[in-house]
């Protein structure tokens, strides 16, 4: 007599995946109707003996893929006007993911019809992030325009570059206002949204500086020192609240930031003999980090700077 056919249940499977089946099955010259409820991972029919070599059958794939998707989430990632915001917002839509994008002066819509060519809702907002009304007014507008705030992806920056002896009072300030400042802020307005569901994601873009000092960039050093351990601060408090705070810290990517570097041969040359990958960073590169950070797969992971480097961190 042939045993029935149980299929484990899986704790992570949207609805829409559960399918029923009836299929006929003939085991050694015996007929049967066999009811396949497909609602794990992987479904495995156990029967015994021949039976068991001739029913055995997988369902479709539902694994640790289904962690990293954005379905119903919104996001709203700053500086995504090009580079590195851009590719992160496109990848978050790619994920599922509603995005507002946002520009330092204009709003962003090449950025925006990339989003929405992918299949999601997306909004283009513009504003001065070293001003602290404009933090508070990106946030209400992404949640008024695509009905909450899940994601925050904290990226837009700028960089100064003079020797430290030089290095001016006005550019000192305008680098930590946009650079940290804005962190702290964006943070803190999204945050609350996320504290009162009591579950989000925020991602600060850090950079290797968090690390090391740079040469003539006394500023953006300080600046992405500070991101790094805010990072950590309000991951201290947050994360027994159900909101993750990381930070992703990429290398040397071929970007506005990095355009003096590159045009430079000399100190072209310097960076790219430390880099064991042998390349500049694309921003395509950061995107699969960034989705990694904003998804279910990262619930455990807290006050993490995530280094994408090309292995720099290594040398």
């Known amino acids: 007599m042939l045993k029935p056919i149980h299929f484990p249940s899986a704790a992570f499977v949207r609805p829409e995946a559960v399918t029923l089946q009836v299929k006929p099955l003939t085991v050694a010259g ?47 990632v700053t500086g995504s006007s090009r580079g590195l915001g851009a590719a992160i917002a496109v990848a978050l839509a790619e994920a599922g993911a509603d995005v507002a994008v946002h520009g330092s002066s204009i709003a962003p819509e090449a950025t925006r019809q990339k989003v929405v060519a992918v299949g999601a809702q997306s909004i283009a907002l513009a504003g001065d992030v070293g001003d602290a009304e404009v933090c508070a007014r990106l946030v209400e507008e992404t949640v008024r325009g695509l009905g909450t705030i899940d994601i925050l992806v904290n990226n837009a920056g700028i960089i100064r570059r003079s020797p430290a002896a030089e290095h001016s009072e006005e550019d000192w300030k305008t680098v930590i206002e ?138």
Request: net charge positive.
């Open 30 to 76: 015996r007929s049967a109707q066999v009811v396949f409820s497909v609602s794990s991972a992987q479904a495995r029919a156990r029967v015994g003996g021949a039976a068991g070599a001739a029913a055995r059958w997988k369902g479709p794939e539902f694994l640790i893929l289904d962690h990293f998707h954005l379905k119903g989430k919104t996001a709203l």
């Open 178 to 315: 946009v650079n940290l400042s804005s962190v702290f802020r964006l943070t803190q307005h999204a945050g609350r949204h996320m504290l009162a569901r009591g579950s989000g994601k925020i991602i600060n873009i850090a950079s290797l500086l968090t690390f090391q000092g740079g040469i003539t960039v006394p500023s953006y050093a300080a600046a992405k020192g500070g991101v790094g351990q805010l990072t950590k601060a309000f991951a201290n408090e947050w994360a027994a609240k159900g909101v993750n705070v990381n930070a992703i810290a990429p290398g040397y990517m071929e970007t506005d930031n990095t355009e003096a570097l590159r045009n430079n041969p000399e100190r072209a040359r310097q960076i790219l003999e430390r880099i064991p990958a042998g390349r500049w960073g694309m921003p395509e590169d950061v995107a699969g980090a960034a989705v990694y950070l904003a998804s279910s797969a990262s619930d455990y992971v807290h006050g993490h700077i995530l280094v994408v480097d090309g292995g720099w961190m290594n040398r």
